[in-house]
């Protein structure tokens, strides 16, 4: 299936494929001449570290954690409020929001000793929009380095927020938006909730916030940006922002999009896409291999394809096959760079069974245990694995542990016996 575009005209020189001038394939005419993009940039940047972690620098976060609630420690001479890492994966979170850095220290998954993922940084839009790319990512570095020997970035989250005056979301934006998303569901203080297939909205107030999409994938957030920066006392510092652009009005309500990567969607991307591009002040060809994309210098480049492969995702229809006019705009005005790179931007699914590997481990574990329960045979319990839709992810599952069938057969056969003679057949 095709989508389309309406065409672009610019009413000032008659040039084609720009301009905020749109025309449909049945005559139907857009002007988007007050519909103002205000702002692109980085909301938040989460940094993933992998290396072997410092003792004393560890030693010094664990007792100031166990002194009590809302103690300090410092870390490069800038003081954090040391507290529980919570459902977060890492045991400790140090926290300057005056600085605009969180840190999670020690993962939960594995030894203080072993090489593992044991940081997570998490940047501020103030913290992200002081430094450019390079300064930003030699900052983390240094952080990164205080705590762990032999530091190697594993991977990295981005949210590209837009914020726009002239547009607000109409009374049937849900029902013209295209999701191919499933949500994280939060119903606190939700007005209305609508339902379908493939995803679910979220409508806080009279639009104040809708979401679509989970936490751990591509998430979409279209809200209020005026209300939310007021709640959390940040007016002052967007407001500063919007009034260099020549037609901000202050008394107009902001609208903002917000895509919202999250490192696993960015490692997906990284797979799915030839990274080759030219430098445009060089005309050098430029190879870039998929590991680029564990930090977030070697993301930057790519911020506007990332946006445009959201918007893609994410997509406001006006008839069957046609792009809203003003979805368009928004998908192909938003600069994040100077130079964007003429890529273009694939997803690569992960395999089956691959990432999901507990899910496939406690589902394996529990049909087994029912097979037990029914004294059903391994060649039968076999069969009967196959015609489950999970098949190819056991199987997957065991190869990567070097278990194949003959052996799979072996070990399932000796997981019955086990379960009926210690009892533990459901």
Excluded at 315 to 321: P, T, V
Excluded at 354 to 377: D, F, Q, T
Aim: charged residues 25%.
């Amino acid at each position: 299936m095709t989508i389309r575009d309406f065409e672009r005209i610019d009413l000032h020189t008659g040039e084609t494929g720009k301009g905020d001038f749109f025309v449909g394939p049945q005559g139907q005419q857009f002007n988007l001449s007050n519909v103002h993009i205000l702002h692109c940039g980085v909301d938040t940047v989460r940094q993933m570290y992998q290396g072997h972690l410092r003792e004393r620098e560890l030693a010094n976060v664990v007792m100031a954690y166990e002194e009590g609630r809302d103690t300090h420690t410092k870390v490069l001479g800038e003081t954090f409020v040391v507290g529980g890492g919570g459902k977060s994966g890492y045991q400790y979170r140090l926290q300057n929001n005056e600085l605009g850095l969180i840190l999670f220290v020690k993962s939960t998954y594995a030894e203080q000793d072993a090489r593992h993922n044991h940081l997570k940084i998490e940047c501020s839009p103030h913290y992200i929009a002081e430094r450019s790319a390079e300064q930003l990512q030699a900052d983390l570095d240094r952080f990164a380095t205080y705590f762990l020997k032999a530091i190697e970035g594993t991977g990295v989250a981005v949210h590209l927020a837009v914020d726009v005056q002239g547009w607000r979301p109409g009374r049937h934006f849900h029902d013209n938006l295209t999701a191919r998303a499933r949500p994280n569901l939060d119903a606190r203080g939700i007005s209305t909730m609508t339902f379908d297939l493939p995803s679910v909205a979220m409508i806080y107030g009279e639009f104040e916030t809708i979401t679509y999409g989970k936490a751990n994938a591509l998430q979409f957030s279209v809200y209020d940006k005026r209300k939310e920066a007021q709640k959390k006392d940040k007016w002052h510092y967007w407001e500063a922002i919007y009034q260099k652009h020549p037609q901000y009005d202050p008394e107009g309500p902001v609208t903002r999009l917000e895509m919202r990567f999250h490192h696993s969607v960015v490692r997906e991307i990284a797979q799915g896409t030839d990274l080759s591009y030219i430098d445009t002040e060089t005309g050098e060809l430029i190879r870039q291999q998929p590991e680029a994309f564990n930090t977030f210098l070697g993301v930057f480049p790519h911020l506007d394809g990332l946006w445009r492969f959201a918007m893609t995702r994410y997509r406001l229809d006006i008839a069957r096959n046609w792009v809203h006019p003003v979805w368009t705009k928004f998908r192909e005005d938003a600069r994040f760079v100077s130079q964007p790179h003429d890529v273009e931007y694939k997803r690569l699914r992960k395999p089956p069974g691959e990432g999901n590997e507990k899910n496939v481990a406690l589902v394996l574990g529990n049909l087994l245990s029912i097979y037990a329960r029914h004294n059903m045979p391994a060649h039968q319990v076999w069969a009967c694995l196959k015609q489950t839709g999970i098949w190819e992810d056991i199987i997957n599952y065991h190869r990567r542990r070097e278990i194949y069938e003959n052996e799979l057969f072996q070990l399932i056969q000796k997981a019955l016996i086990d379960r009926r003679l210690r009892g533990k057949a459901a």
